[in-house]
């Protein structure tokens, strides 16, 4: 009987073994398949990150050898044969070299210009290029023979002072009419810009990017750098891929001397000869995944070790089993060794065991009941588990066992919260059964208690989060949606539906292939596996609205793993507005750029000197003109230099501005903000050579606020040489005013005082005709004496020596009235003042004599058959006040307005009016010295009005107008 029970002891021993055996084999192989997809996952997923890097790295060197292409083609298109010779003309080229820097300023990747001509020489170079001798062999010449083809050129790397200046030569050859090489138009790419870029991307300790040639396989730029490989050809599956014809692709080699294998991806540039090749190491690229491997390894280990434990301990326990049960039929002396047993596996135990009673008490707890609750078996035992119980969960546990009472379930499980002797709350799961007799009667339930706090707190941080993204998804301005693998859409925001014009109920139905236009509906799948990546990724592509319409969109994506699925996730903004933007911007740009070259053309060509400061009186633009005004060598030598320093400001007495009451004007603008123009004060150039200028200095103004300011000057010599003639001229015609006064009307007078002595003494004897002789020769004597008066007046008219005083003309006028008193008497005139008379800068005697001149004038020419009628007027008009003098007298023709105002012209018979013809060219002469104008308007035979102009006083003048009443 013992023998066979050890028999089929070890029958099912053998058997339980392989099943153990089976489940650890069908453990290995899930393990052994899952891995080997996930390297399979691994190498896809490189694959795609290794093309994208390669896309990317061909399309930022296409996108700037293009352009430079295009700079070029530009460039050349406004070239001509003489542009091409050493002696060509200094302002074009000049200019030529300024289109080019401003044209570097807005791309880094370009390093600079030349012009070759046809034997290779350099004819024109922007600034900080090295010396063409100097820059090595591979550089592209313009030596290609009588007529070398139109196409353009690339060089190897060329090292332009050393390994961290290696640059990339395009030239463009430029053929003459007659298909004659002129030479060519190069562009020198920077090659370090490149390198800083490629330099960012982590490729690992053994990554290669590699840019080459396609035509010898030449090394232009790589990563890591290694200056010697550079210029170097190369062999491996790449080029003979390319070879063949192939524009891009991905696979395994060599691709290096140091023997490594590598997983690459090429990208052969569009319209250049050349390839982005990047690839990393197996070491790189599965170190993640051999780590995963090898944690996955120790895990299984694991498993398979505790399972064996498991099945061993399973073993011990039936045997124990097995002998309790040899030791129950043997007797019931090994009873109370089997209870021993049973209290040792009950306090022992993983899990809480519970005894309690219908009536709620507990009956018996084990050791990690206290540990769950925190009490002591004293604490427990006896009382009502109601009294550890949460208030609210009360009553969960009476609901859970009616069916055990009810004889329904065997077993019920459930979850409630109790309070610790601390007040903290446990989470604990209940899983109740019956204790019975021998005849099935119910004697206590046996509760089995685990510690569940950490899962539901888990569950709830969960459930917070779950509520939070479901927040966001309803909240953000961004669009927001997550596509699976097939591009089906599950997850969405209302911002991103309403931003393609879907409703929520449609979104169920929507695909990744109907609101994306960057790949076709089938390609869509393919479009998702390249953008499954651990690294985020931002693209720019555009989506389809439900109406049809496209958009431009900035799109955030990256792989997301959520129960064992990919998912991708993408943030979507649109930026149809920013591209408009862009655009926009890069019209102003250019705008901007070709704006300031017109300006400063315009002031390099301006015959005025201009200079521009900053708000501390420092120079910081200087045109031709005012260097060589001044004798600077340059303009250049003119900056960041004091302007007192630069321009040497003086006053027209030689004297410091600085030191000056009135202090310099320069600075007063740069405080105050205000126009001023100065006259007269000079300039003193390096040379110590001073110049008499005229100028203007005008603010620059931010918000009102003077950040500096221009000034512009000329070179007043000539003019102050001119006004000297002018005084020395005058000074000589006031001598002969003198001569004219003095010594010509002395023989008139005593040619006056013969002829009456003559009269006198013959008396009657004189017959009539002599008479008539007589009074000829006194009439002529007389006339000629008026004129040599009326030419005094008019030499000495406008030539006040004496500063032009505030005068008020209301008292000038008066004066002129009271003058001609006799005058006006006598001719039964009626005179009017009538207005406003205000208070003006002049000469008074001058004003006095013009309105004499003008009144006098009316009084005289009036019409013998109507009474004469004089009306003296004034009122404001702009900056001037404007004055006439009306009559109704004779009139003037309209022809005859301007020769009025000629000296000696007279435009009535002598016979019916006396006068020499000068007193309106002595009028003019008094208003313009006193910076106005007079004119005419009259009608024959209705009068004539002359009207004039005279400025307001300054703001500075004390303002006086004086009502006159008419009369």
Known sequence: MVDLHKNTSFGEAGRDGLWLLAILLLIAGTFAFLEWQAWRDVRSEISGDLDNLAQGTARTLQQSLARTQDDLMFFTRHLDAADFRKDGGGARRAAQLQLWSDHLSGFPDLRGFRLLNAEGDVVLSTPGLAPLAETGAGAPSPRAGAHPPRRMQMSDVRMDGGADAASLVLADPVQGPDGTLLGAMTAVLDLTYFQRIVDHFGLGREGLLEVRRTDNGHLLLRHPQDAARLNRGGTGPVMARVAAGQMSGVGDGLLAEDGISRRYAFQVVPGFPLVAIASLSEGDYLAAWRGQALLTGLLLAGLSLLMGWQFLRQRRIQAVLRAANQALRQGDTLLAESEQRFRATFEQAAVGIVHNGFDRRILRVNRKVCEILGYTPEELTGKSYLDFTHGDDATVSDEAVAPLLRGEKTSVSWEKRFLGPTGRVVWGRLTASLQRDAAGVPLHFITVLEDVTQRRQVEAALQAEAVRYQHLLRTASDGIYVVD??????????????????????????????????????????????????????????HRRKDGSVFDVELHVRKVVLEGRRYLYASCRDVSGRKQADAARERAEMELRATGARMRLVLDTAAQGIVGMDDEARIVFANRAAAEMLGWRGTELMLSRPAAEALGHRLADGGSCQSSAGGCAIRATLRDGEVRRVSDEMFCGPDGVTHPVEYVVAPLLVEGIPVGAVVVFHDISERKAMEEDLRRSNAELEQFAYVASHDLRQPLRMISSYLNLIERHLGDSLDPEIKTFFGFAMGGAKRMDMLILD???????????????????????????????????????????????????????????????????????????????????????????????????????????????GVFQRLVPKGHYEGTGIGLAVCRKIVEHHHGRIWIESKLGEGSTFLFTLPMLASADPPQVVAVPAG
């Open 791 to 901: 030419l005094l007046e008019y030499s000495r008219a406008g030539r006040a020596r004496l500063p032009l005083q505030p005068v008020p003309l209301d008292e000038v006028a008066r004066d002129a009235v009271e003058n001609l008193q006799v005058a006006v008497a006598e001719a039964g005139a009626e005179v009017t003042l009538d207005g406003l008379f205000p208070t003006v800068r002049g000469d008074r005697g001058e004003l006095v004599r013009l309105f004499q001149n003008l009144i006098g004038n009316a009084v005289k020419y009036r019409l013998p058959e109507r009474p004469c009628r004089v009306w003296v007027r004034c009122k404001a008009a702009g900056g001037d006040w404007l004055l006439s003098v009306q009559d109704n007298g004779i009139g003037i023709d309209a022809k005859d307005y301007e020769r009025a105002f």
């Open 485 to 542: 693998e097939a591009g089906a859409l599950c997850e969405a925001s209302e911002s991103f539906l309403a931003m393609l014009g879907y409703g929520a109920e449609e979104a169920r139905r929507l695909n990744m292939r109907d609101w994306e236009t960057a790949a076709a509906a089938a390609a869509i799948p393919e479009r998702i596996r390249g953008f499954m990546s651990d690294l985020p990724c931002v693209v720019e592509t555009r």
